[in-house]
């Protein structure tokens, strides 16, 4: 999730913890700790493959920040003697600072829960900025500090709602599946890796991509539509065009489960993560072999390009197929209006 959901998460928490104990210093160190497990950010690991691949990594397992909130509270308990025990300051501490991976984990993008084990949790119920998750927590906090006898009591009721949001978004993951299945049984496609998000900013409109050998399919499906079935559309998908892979293209089809297509530009062979993003707005795009002026190719280093920019013409049709607008396809164009050589219905 974004920084300031995650402060605002980690100083309700702190809230919460401390109770009556509860002071806007105890909310403040919250806030910063809730947003430390994101420093990782800052730490290069050599290539932008690898940059997206550990980002969440050891910074976000439980397995590190248990001992290191003990750590924490061991040297704030010496050095800044509190009215805290330190068990009530480490579980504080503790509960700031897990709290974050645990919402991240409800994101598309994968959270490594368990580093250094191979364990990466991506609910994908939840969009990474989704206002209604957070502003309950930011309007009970701006409340606590003018209502200070009540910090704590509001701190909880903001994350009460916050967590009844977040629970709400699994139950709507769960509908859009469930149609999704049920369209897809008895069809060549059922028992395809299929991968389902959030569009940005809700949990009404759902994204759906499912994987078919050199093409993939792309639907959008909004709870509020009147006809189950998602109208989707083929893509091309590609294959890797080298007899060997190189170590990055290896990691990106572990991290993305193979949601990932291949496509030749001109003499560079793009891999673009196909789980992040809408329409042809995909933003981890990479560079991952060249050919050489005899037409021979070769893995690369990679090289990460930036990705479109979300066209503000798009953003009323992303609007209308939320609300169940069903004459609008994958590609926020009207059916009538775009052309699609390979559109057809699953």
Request: some cysteine.
């Amino acid at each position: 999730m974004d920084s300031v959901t995650q402060a605002a998460l980690g100083a309700a928490v702190a809230g919460v913890f401390a109770g009556r104990k509860c002071s806007p210093k105890i909310l403040l160190a919250g806030a910063a700790l809730g947003t430390l497990p994101d420093l990782d950010v800052l730490i290069s690991y050599g290539d932008p493959v690898s940059d997206m691949v550990k980002h969440r990594g050891f910074s976000h397992s439980i397995l590190v920040l248990l001992p290191f909130s003990l750590l924490l509270a061991g040297l704030w308990h010496k050095w800044r003697p509190t009215r805290f025990s330190f068990r009530h300051l480490w579980l504080l501490i503790a509960a700031c600072l897990i709290t974050h991976p645990l919402l991240d984990a409800f994101t598309s993008y994968g959270t490594q829960l368990l580093w250094p084990f191979s364990v990466s949790v991506a609910v994908s119920s939840i969009f990474i900025i989704d206002p209604l998750y957070t502003l309950p927590l930011l309007l009970m906090l701006v409340a606590g500090l003018i209502w200070r006898q009540q910090m704590a009591r509001l701190c909880r009721i903001g994350l009460v709602i916050s967590s009844c949001y977040l629970i709400w978004s699994v139950v709507a993951l769960n509908i859009i599946e469930e149609r999704v299945r049920e369209q897809l049984d008895g069809t060549p496609l059922a028992g395809s890796p299929v991968f389902i998000t959030p569009t940005p900013i809700n949990t009404v409109l759902w994204r759906v991509v499912v994987l078919d050998g050199e093409i993939y399919w792309e639907g959008l499906a909004s709870l509020l539509d009147e006809q189950p079935d998602v109208d989707f559309i083929a893509k091309e998908r590609g294959s890797w065009l080298l007899a060997e892979k190189s170590v990055y293209l290896n990691m990106l089809e572990s991290f993305t489960h193979h949601f990932v297509k291949y496509e030749q530009v001109g003499a560079s062979i793009k891999v673009t993560d196909l789980r992040l993003g809408l329409a042809e707005y995909l933003p981890f795009q990479f560079v991952l072999a060249s050919q050489n002026g005899e037409g021979s190719w070769a893995v690369t280093d990679p090289q990460r390009l930036e990705g479109p920019r979300v066209s503000p013409k798009h953003l009323p049709a992303l609007w209308l197929r939320l609300l169940g607008n069903q004459d609008i396809d994958a590609n926020l164009c009207h059916i009538k209006e775009c052309p699609k050589p390979i559109h057809t219905g699953v």
